[in-house]
């Protein structure tokens, strides 16, 4: 609203001397009248009121969220300089904002946003609910993020970070979110059971393969088309047992002097993976490859961050979630389902049974 001279000669005139003066109480309530009278609005009702408050020396108000609650444009550009890395595109900002706009708890979410979350980087189970939830729920209906998920911008919000998993396509960026200098990864799914936590590294993955192709033909096993835990330790344990290692004792004997280029191949294959005949070396040094495979994978990043069912957030150091990935034994971990295209499945249900819930 824009006081003209109408409103100031209007208020002259109702003043007794005929003097405007805003550090008299008795005058900016008549000033108050005047603006009542034209249609007062919000942020000038609240300077009246603040104005009133100090004259009788009482606390004043607090000051609305006009930084960025004005219009969906000083919106959008507030949490793009707050919440996401330089580059990231976050699209329907300007439709979260008329969302809220109609909720009736927009002062607290309008709040949420301005000032950031009070959460902490912290391992253990924790519910998504109340203003949080709402906003969660809010952002998952209208923000799209490229190359990522609304959950990164919901996360940035309520542990005072940075989303970046539109511009991951430029550069090795693993992380989803930074906060405070350190990366997080975050999937968000709709059960804990099965999780995907993305592709493993391309040439090292495809190493392994080719040796599991290899044992596969030495020792005869059916094999599903995927990686999966159960097919896998079926493997190493025929690669472990005592026949396996006499068949292949054999091999290695007929395969050094064999004329038969397909059963050379085979003989030159095996010496280059096995140069010391034990069958046990082998299987430990196929685990070991698979822990490091993982391993690299997930410490990519210091936390990994899972959404489940939309209000439930796990979340665990990397060094944690490495660990209980760790195949021990000449067996896979239980906590593996299965290396599927180039891509981790995860039992979130193993993988999470010690986690503990905040209170």
Not at 110 to 124: E, M, P, V
Not at 202 to 228: D, H, R, S, W, Y
Not at 260 to 266: D, R
Request: net charge negative.
């Amino acid at each position: 609203m824009i006081v003209t001279d109408e409103i100031l000669n209007e208020w002259s005139f109702r003043c007794h001397d005929g003097i405007v003066d805003l550090n008299d109480l008795k005058k900016t309530t008549i000033l108050e009248e005047i603006l009542k009278e034209q249609g007062l609005d919000e942020k000038t009702a609240r300077f009246i009121s603040n104005l009133k408050n100090k004259q009788a020396g009482e606390p004043q108000a607090e000051p609305a969220n006009t930084t960025f609650t004005e219009s969906p444009e000083e919106f959008t550009k507030f949490v793009l300089d707050k919440y996401a890395v330089q580059g990231q595109t976050i699209n329907g900002l300007d439709s979260l904002y008329n969302a809220i706009l109609k909720s009736p708890n927009k002062e607290n979410l309008f709040k949420l946003i301005q000032t950031s979350g009070n959460r902490q980087l912290s391992a253990g189970k924790s519910s998504i609910k109340n203003t949080e939830g709402e906003l969660f729920t809010l952002i998952m209906s209208f923000i799209k993020m490229e190359n990522g998920d609304a959950s990164e911008l919901w996360f940035a919000i309520v542990y005072n970070g940075q989303a970046k998993g539109g511009v991951a396509k430029e550069g090795d960026i693993e992380s989803d979110v930074d906060v405070n200098g350190k990366g997080v990864s975050i999937k968000n799914y709709k059960s804990i059971s099965n999780l995907d936590f993305g592709s493993l590294p391309a040439e090292e993955l495809k190493q392994l393969k080719k040796i599991t192709n290899l044992l596969v033909v030495l020792t005869g096993v059916e094999f599903t088309a995927g990686l999966t835990r159960n097919s896998l330790n079926n493997l190493l344990k025929t690669l472990g047992s005592e026949s396996f290692q006499s068949d292949l004792k054999e091999i290695l004997v007929i395969g050094k002097d064999t004329k038969i280029k397909a059963l050379k191949n085979i003989y030159d294959a095996v010496v280059i993976l096995l140069p010391s005949g034990n069958t046990e070396e082998l299987v430990d040094n196929f685990v070991n490859n698979i822990n490091d495979l993982i391993a690299n994978k997930i410490k990519k990043v210091e936390w990994w961050a899972i959404i489940a069912s939309k209000n439930s957030l796990y979340l665990e150091p990397s060094s944690v979630i490495a660990d209980r990935l760790q195949s021990k034994e000449g067996q896979l971990s239980p906590v593996i389902s299965q290396i599927k295209g180039n891509n981790l499945f995860i039992n979130g249900n193993l993988l999470f049974t010690d986690t503990k819930e905040e209170q």
